[in-house]
């Protein structure tokens, strides 16, 4: 069996589809370093769970591959990377409204 | 132009109030989201990276100025400011809210327009010649009959749940600008020998995973057994196409498994049961739906002054020489307006430029605009004595681009800046290539070369036709780029042919170069094109450049 790799909880908000991260406190953020940070797989699928079951909140909440960084988790797969900022073309999305 | 009828008008409503009522219900939690997703795609809602993104059928290309402003509007109000036209003849917005998308496919319907069909296994929006109508080399207006496919596909009970999703494509011109045999059906109009008006109907063309250029099954259809024979086809695709494997779901694997020849015949027994069905009913209506598109009165004037700006103004000549095309009635020119500034987004237009589009097309267009699936926007109708008038308003609004053709006439999918399924981005790919050749003031002098790109194996942006395919992976999790060389998307089309190992993003536009500078030194003459050359001299000389060269650099 592979090694569990550490991960974050992310998703789409439903109303506006912004891309979240579910928070050790049950929040979604939208910045990746306020993710919950999960090193133990069981406790990850769990975590899914309490996520997942946010249905009017969230749509397609998953388990991203992420590393741990000085201000916290950081993602280590280029898409992840694009969903913490936006496009590349335009200053829009996240990487405007939250003047990252 | 095509006006709804009260049927049409009905059922689009119903189908907003419909939506509506579903979208309150998902909000409320009455829908979960696994019963809500197949909804909301069905009116082409879909999720994407950053934000919804809602795609609009723009049929066979042919939109209205009113239609255009409502565009901007919704851009506007509804999203920020731009709308992306794509490669089936669409505009996708790419950040409408989940709660706004009721108002959105209102103010969509209270112009004609909705977003049904267009995502989900059934027929999509039937995309035609951008020049139809107007063309000088066409037999006939294709558009009638695209509508009439139109009329017949939408919400038919029979064809909504298909294998895969099903596309058409239409041309009235035996120059394929509609690239007929990249479709699943593709309709290309001929006349036989005794000079009647017919189509060579080709089947089972396709670029993504599995790219296939389309056989023909019927070498002459008689026009008015179009929607019987399309019918025949879709009935027999419906029945042996797999519904086990996604990958194997569209209708040129059916083809390839069944053959050619069976299916030939199964099409050709169930067309005989279909045809006497019709009734002439068709007919009735293909012939009411033509009067819609009766050409416009043309002026008769002189066209002297163009001649004369023509001679004297030489950014007015660079542009006349890309961006027109020869138009059936001599006075007249087609204008295509690059949507393809050098740095810009391919197929973006700010709300801004789609008013000014609809201006011009009021003003000096007979009150026609198009849609091309190279992402450009097409005055179909313009007098040659008004050219000078519309290319000074382009230009003042940066739509002035004389690159139609050119290296820097891009597609591009919008890859991994908005799209969920992309591996890799491709609008940047674009927008790097053009400038950089723009800085190297090379474009005219390398002439036509059509550059496609691609940020998945799905290949929306066409890669597989491109005379220079790109298409972006994620290989072991950095982006890489595949380059193909060859590929053509006219009559003679043509799968491109993969050049060797890939290139990281940032090697992709210098091999570009290497490809395009070792064009420049093989070609026997300024007038032999890239895929004129490429065809003389094969893939050998390219890959030197690209690799050898490569590798010294990197020694």
């Not at chain 2, 979208?23 to 409320?28: A, S, T």
């Not at chain 2, 993104?53 to 506007?76: E, K, N």
């Not at chain 2, 069905?277 to 002054?305: H, Y």
Request: with cysteine; hydrophobic share 40%.
């Amino acid at each position: 069996m592979s090694r569990f790799t550490p991960k974050v909880i992310t998703a789409n908000r439903l109303r506006e589809g912004d891309v979240v991260y579910f928070t050790a406190d049950d929040r979604w953020t939208p910045f990746h370093h306020e993710a919950e940070f999960l090193e133990d797989e069981a406790h990850a699928q769990l975590r899914l769970l309490d996520a997942a079951a946010q249905k009017l909140v969230i749509v397609g909440a998953y388990l991203a591959d992420a590393k741990a960084g000085a201000n916290g988790p950081e993602p280590t797969h280029f898409r992840e990377a694009f969903r913490t900022r936006g496009p590349s073309n335009y200053n829009h999305g996240k990487q405007a409204d939250h003047a990252l | 132009m095509y006006s709804y009828s009260d049927f049409d008008e009905a059922f689009v409503r119903a189908r907003v109030a419909q939506f509506t009522d579903q979208v309150e219900r998902r909000l409320d939690g009455s829908l979960t989201e696994d019963e809500f997703r197949p909804l909301r795609l069905m009116n082409g809602l879909y999720l994407q990276l950053h934000a919804y993104m809602l795609r609009v059928a723009i049929p066979y290309g042919t939109i209205s100025p009113r239609q255009m402003r409502q565009l901007a509007l919704i851009a506007d109000t509804w999203d920020k400011g731009y709308g992306h036209f794509t490669t089936r003849q669409n505009i996708q917005f790419n950040w409408p809210k989940l709660p706004d998308v009721p108002a959105i496919l209102t103010a969509l319907a209270d112009v004609e327009m909705h977003a049904i069909q267009t995502s989900g296994n059934c027929v999509r929006n039937v995309t035609a010649d951008h020049f139809a109508g107007a063309a000088a080399d066409e037999i006939e207006d294709p558009r009638p009959y695209a509508e009439l496919l139109r009329q017949w596909s939408t919400d038919h009970p029979e064809f909504q749940f298909l294998p895969r999703k099903f596309k058409i494509a239409i041309t009235g011109a035996p120059n394929d600008r509609a690239v007929t045999k990249a479709h699943d059906i593709g309709l290309r109009m001929v006349k036989n020998a005794a000079g009647e008006v017919g189509f060579e109907v080709i089947v089972g063309g396709g670029l993504g995973r599995t790219p296939m250029v389309g056989m023909v099954v019927r070498d002459f259809l008689p026009v008015e057994d179009l929607l019987p024979y399309v019918e025949a086809v879709l009935s027999v695709y419906n029945v042996l196409g797999r519904r086990d494997n996604k990958y194997k779901a569209r209708i040129k694997i059916t083809l390839h498994e069944t053959g050619k020849a069976e299916i030939t015949r199964m099409v050709e027994e169930r067309f005989a049961e279909l045809k006497p069905l019709f009734g002439g009913n068709d007919q009735k209506l293909l012939a009411d739906i033509r009067e819609a598109f009766a050409l416009p009165a043309f002026r008769d004037a002189p066209t002297a002054a163009y001649d004369a700006f023509y001679k004297a103004d030489p950014v007015f000549r660079a542009w006349a020489d890309t961006n027109l095309a020869q138009h059936r009635n001599d006075q007249y020119a087609i204008v295509t307006v690059s949507i393809k500034a050098h740095g810009q987004t391919p197929g973006d237009a700010t709300s801004d430029q789609m008013r000014l589009l609809a201006d011009l097309a009021e003003t000096y267009g007979h009150a026609d605009l198009r849609i091309s699936h190279e992402q450009n926007v097409i005055l179909p109708h313009v007098h040659k004595s008004d050219l000078p008038a519309v290319h000074a308003a382009l230009v003042k609004a940066g739509l002035g681009t004389a690159n139609v053709g050119l290296i820097s006439d891009i597609i591009a999918c919008p890859g991994m800046d908005y799209c969920a399924l992309a591996t890799a981005r491709a609008i940047p790919v674009a927008q790097e290539i053009a400038t950089r050749f723009n800085d190297l003031k090379l474009e005219h002098d390398i002439g036509p070369l059509k550059i496609k790109i691609s940020g998945c194996i799905n290949a929306c942006g066409h890669h597989h036709v491109g005379h220079i395919g790109i298409l972006g992976l994620d290989r072991a999790g950095v982006e890489n780029y595949q380059i193909t060389l060859g590929g053509d998307g006219s009559e003679d089309a043509t799968i491109g042919e993969k050049t060797g190992p890939g290139f990281a993003y940032d090697q992709v536009v210098p091999a570009i170069e290497r490809i395009v500078l070792a064009y420049l030194d093989l070609r026997q003459s300024p007038e032999e094109t890239f895929l004129q050359a490429y065809r003389r001299v094969g893939v050998g000389p390219f890959k030197t450049a690209l690799y050898e060269a490569g590798e010294r650099d990197a020694a």
